[in-house]
């Protein structure tokens, strides 16, 4: 625990002091402090390619765009097209949990590939992915079929979008192709893109049957990892809401094809389905607000939100009673807990959302975030609403066609007049609102983008968390330090960690964790043996 005051600009000085020159210019423009809620948010480098050399934290496209987005549906068949590695090391890897119920099909289990070997490589793996497309039909008979193209596709120039066609003409089932090489972009993010684009264009709209409900809206950006998206839905359906779609986690086919339908779209991680809100408000006239089940408050806030944009009194009443229900387990156990964690301080740098959402939780048990940032979230996620996204079709999305706005978008959902627009917000609803984290985070911590291995073990150093949060490649070095790790990705063997439930769960998790020695009390053996060899920059 760290008691004297802490001076981020020394720190920000410290931490790329031996880096060469050039390098140490790039990362200072990665590196701000937190504004406090003050209005003047610093400019921060985001989206941009890692410095090479830099052992950086983030993925490839096409785990953006299988892996992420469209990998938890559960009754598409996610076939990727390439040699077996891609799809073998991205298969059950995320923990996104599925309930097929008793006659629900449910793909999660399989990993679908067409093993390409060097023969397809030199002379074309088109007739192996018709072939492998057939394959998975015969065998599973699924509602759709979604192909994956990995780098090697894209070098050798395979048209998966012509094979996408044929086989949808030949099946008489919904069949289509992305082009997620790994090398497009600089991140996942431009995975998310392509993934948003593919499923706009080949599923959203396209079942005209009404869906029944007095309160209808989908999720975006919510995934299931370790059973979240049940404590949600567990929620929603007690307060009377009708959730349509979650995109994508335990998702049907079917349910993408009604989304339209919904009143109102509510984006859980702004990062990887922004595009879908912005598409589907422009077609089909859905407003969409942001949301954050992560954090007891945050949920709460979040349904006030929601029930407010209906403006119906009965939803108020009943949210409001839905969350005096739920509050009593969440005081009991912070009450509890919170004299054992209160004071203590942590680190999180994951993706493009969490590192944001769960701020909320930790400040419930009254811990501190020293230092943040995402792998590759843009500048809008970290400076909220003063960078307001581009939505533009960018190089990576070559098969949409320009949106088509529905003449009578009406007829799907009422839409709100601007001057309704305005009342609400007035109200504390403000339609596309969305708050970054440099605001949220205070002005003597740290924010830091795309964080480099040297970087995360460095500030560690320097600042002496009581718990680090990150993913499966960070997570044994950390360790290694003494430190307790839990991943913010997976959750390890954790989770539900949304909602009321979920909350509750954290709570217990992270006690544990930071009041247990023993990583403190582990030494590596280098560490016992001496002398250290330290790394240098020449
Ligand atoms: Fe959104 Fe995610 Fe995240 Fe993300 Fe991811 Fe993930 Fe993540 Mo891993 S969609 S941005 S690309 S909340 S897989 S469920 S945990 S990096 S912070
Ligand atoms: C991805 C998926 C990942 C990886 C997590 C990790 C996930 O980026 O391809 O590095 O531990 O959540 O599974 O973000």
Redesign the pocket.
Known sequence: MSSKPINVEEIKKELIAKMPTKVARKRAKAIVPGAGGGEEIPEIQANVRTIPGIITQR?CTY??CK???LGPSRDIVNLTHGPIGCGFYSWLT?R?ETDAGPDGDNFIPYCFSTDMTEHDIVFGGMKKLSAAIQEAYDNFHPKAISVFSTCPVGLIGDDIHAVARQMQEKLGITVFANSCEGYRGVS??AG?HIANNQIMKHIIGTNDTPVEGKYKINIL?E?N?GGDAFEIERILEKCGITLISTFSGNSTVESFRRAHFADLNTV??H???NYVAEMMETKFGIPWIKVNFIGAHATAKSLRRIATYFEDQDLIDKVEQVIAEEMPAIEATIKDIRPRTEGKTAMMF??????H?YQELFGELGMKVLCAG????HRDDYEGRHVLPKIKVDADSRNIEELEVEKDATRYNPRKTPEQLEALKAKGVEVKDYDGMIGQMSKDALIIDDISQYETEKIIEIMKPDIFCA?IKEKYIIQKMGMPMKQ???YDIGGPYAGFVGAVNWYRDIDRMVNSKIWALTKAPWQMEGPELEASYV
């Open positions: 993925g785990a953006g892996g992420v987005v995320r996104n996942q993010s998310h950006g995934y990892i859980m991680c990062r990887s389905l994951v993706g493009g959302s969490r590192a959402h995402y792998e590759f979230a993913g913010l990705h997976n």
